[in-house]
């Protein structure tokens, strides 16, 4: 965001501008990622008012089966397929019945997935594919935006995401009837918000200030030590939510001209960021990191590099080493969704072994262009050699 950015007349509205850059139907803006996934949620229970079951990947945000719970929903993990996070098609097969509504496949770290096993088996259940492109805005597969695969895509603008108001959500349908009943299903159930988005614009305003390499450890890094200090993983990496953190409101008129004016920059943003990525997966790569990658047929983008260390061990020496450091290196999810406590009453599913695998191995390693590529060797190094 640039300051400027609130007071610029924008080229084209932002949501506009995001159906000619993606090629997507105009969208429908909620307050959030998660609000966007909720009236989703509440559009296909009501079209399908004998169905209530939303399998879920076994690794993702946890604040994706709360938002199944707040639609009325009962979440299902699904293992994923083992050494990444998609979910498992066999495994898929075994989670889904005659009252499966939604199978929500993701596209975690702004990697593009090959969806097309996944929604197979559950359009084979007669359930409704919807694609959490969360943290994917930008990507592509197949030569067409993520979220058009599936049934139903949405996006978040929250911080973090490369388009950032704060907070914010993007969501659509390719087929031209379920995008009409998602629109009339926003107007009934996100509210105008007033006060949530005078936070939300004095959020992103401090935001603004506080985005740089000075400020960010008080920003950042102050939360992430306090929790560490407490031995608070979950807290740590801010993976601790309640239906409380899921407002549904209208997004204001100031944040989408924030937005509008962004999106303007953000394509030469990502392909700086995707080159960056090239050079860097390989640093990481030479060093004898694993590095996760698009499937073949996708192009991602480079927010950072999700790494699998050999194991559990040897990740956590390697957070140990430089979780505080400030560098950029963390965990995406500390746990598969089972094992967050808070979660019990809100995730049904089996044992997920590969979820659990991966969340016990992966770390996380910033992409940002504030750290110069022979400090992200020396980092690379560090990482693999903890």
């Known amino acids: 965001m640039h300051m400027g950015d609130c007071f610029r007349a924008p080229e084209k509205p932002f949501t506009a501008g995001l159906r000619d850059w993606l090629g997507i139907p105009e969208p429908i803006m909620a307050c959030s990622g998660t609000a966007a ?212 409101h209208r997004m204001d008129p100031l944040r989408l001209r924030v937005a509008a004016n962004a999106l303007e920059r953000l394509p030469a943003f990502l392909e700086a960021g995707r080159d960056r990525a090239v050079r860097r997966a390989g640093m990481l790569e030479r060093a004898g990191a694993e590095v996760l990658r698009d499937d073949p047929g996708g192009e991602g983008i480079w927010p950072f590099f999700m790494v699998l260390m050999p194991d559990r061990d040897r990740r956590d020496r390697a957070l140990g080493a430089l979780w505080r450091s400030g560098l950029g290196v963390s965990k995406l999810f500390v746990r598969a969704l089972p094992d967050y406590p808070y979660l019990a009453d809100a995730v049904e599913g089996g044992p997920c072994p590969a979820a ?15 750290l110069d590529d022979a400090a992200f060797a020396r980092l690379a190094g560090e990482i693999c050699h903890a």
């Open 37 to 248: 996934f909720v009236v989703a949620l509440r559009t296909l229970a009501r079209r399908n008012p004998g169905r209530s079951r939303v399998v879920v990947p076994a690794y993702t945000c946890p604040l994706v089966p709360l938002a199944v719970r707040l639609a009325g929903l009962r979440a299902v993990a699904c293992d994923t397929l083992p050494g990444g996070f998609g979910i498992d098609p066999g495994a898929l097969g075994r989670c889904c019945d005659e009252t499966a509504l939604a199978v929500v496949p993701a596209h975690l770290g702004g990697r593009a997935s090959d969806i097309s096993a996944v929604s197979a088996v559950a359009h084979d259940y007669g359930a409704v594919v919807i694609e959490d492109a969360a943290q994917a805005l930008g990507a592509s597969f197949g030569g067409r935006s993520v979220g058009l695969s599936g049934d139903i895509g949405f996006f978040s603008l929250a911080v973090g995401k490369g388009l950032t108001t704060y907070e914010g959500g993007v969501l659509f349908s390719r087929d031209p009837d379920l995008h009409a009943e998602l629109q009339g299903t926003a107007s009934r159930v996100l509210r105008p918000g007033l006060l949530w988005n005078a936070r939300r614009v004095l959020e992103l305003l401090g935001y603004a200030v506080a985005y740089n390499p000075a400020l960010l450890p008080l920003a950042y890094g102050r939360p992430l030590r306090r929790g560490l200090d407490r031995g608070d993983e979950i807290a740590a990496v801010g993976d601790a939510f309640t239906l409380d953190d899921i407002p549904l």
């Open 356 to 370: 659990r695998d991966l969340a016990g191995r992966m770390l996380t390693v910033t992409n940002t262009h504030w």
